[in-house]
């Protein structure tokens, strides 16, 4: 019996392939948005400005204290209800970059108040602009601190993307759930749904791995 499950699920292969590459797209788009929007957020959630400040930190807790499958609902059971319909995939993207940007905010945020103040007293006294400082004097020191954690952060991103299968998102643990309907051998079939997101997680595990051993060499050299 369970070589004829087999069988099966081979032939469900290029199904659950194109789940992958649903998956792919969904993480690539919302890793390139949370990237950009969570780097704006983080120098600003470091500058001066006590508004923006403590405005961007209420919004991360708010994100990062709540269940992300909340967030999804809200953003396409919920928003419909103002106005703002969305197609499933549109909404999933929206959910997982400001997801990611929030948890992102933090880690930049993180590295470059991890500068040393003097730094900056230094560059000011150059004469050097805030953007100038930013450029060539915080974002330098800080990115050996903010990189290892990002990549990591890219990892739970793409995990997290399992949860949009819920809004109809064809992803490949939505395919997994259509496939035990018909494969009822549970263990297989997200066996091969844990080996897919395991084949895109873990050269991003090894590569966060590598960067965390090189920083920490480049420190002890300091």
Do not use: H
């Not at 419909?80 to 970059?97: D, K, M, N, T």
């Not at 395919?175 to 009822?184: D, Y």
Request: net charge positive; hydrophobic share 55%.
């Amino acid at each position: 019996m369970w070589g004829f499950y087999f069988n099966e699920l081979m032939n469900s292969l290029p199904f659950f392939l194109k789940g992958l590459w649903m998956t792919v797209a969904v993480s690539g788009l919302s890793l390139i948005a949370a990237t950009i929007i969570g780097f704006v957020l983080g120098i600003m959630r470091a500058g001066q400005n006590k508004i923006l400040r403590y405005g961007i930190g209420a919004w991360v807790d708010v994100t990062r204290g709540t269940p992300f499958l909340v967030q999804v609902f809200i953003i396409f059971f919920i928003l419909p209800g103002v106005g703002i319909e969305l197609e499933a995939f549109p909404a999933a993207v929206i959910a997982l970059s400001n997801m990611g940007a929030c948890f992102i905010c933090e880690i930049v945020a993180g590295g470059i108040l991890a500068v040393p103040q003097g730094q900056r007293e230094a560059a000011t006294a150059s004469g050097l602009s805030a953007y100038q400082q930013m450029r060539s004097i915080v974002m330098p020191q800080a990115m050996p601190s903010i990189i290892p954690p990002l990549v990591g952060q890219y990892v739970l991103i793409i995990k997290d993307s399992s949860v949009v299968s819920a809004i109809g998102v064809v992803d490949v643990t939505r395919v997994g759930w259509l496939t035990v309907q018909r494969i009822p051998e549970g263990l297989m079939v997200f066996g091969l749904v844990g080996l897919l997101y395991f084949s895109i997680c873990y050269p991003l595990i090894l590569l966060s791995n590598y960067l965390e051993r090189r920083m920490s060499v480049e420190k002890t050299r300091l």
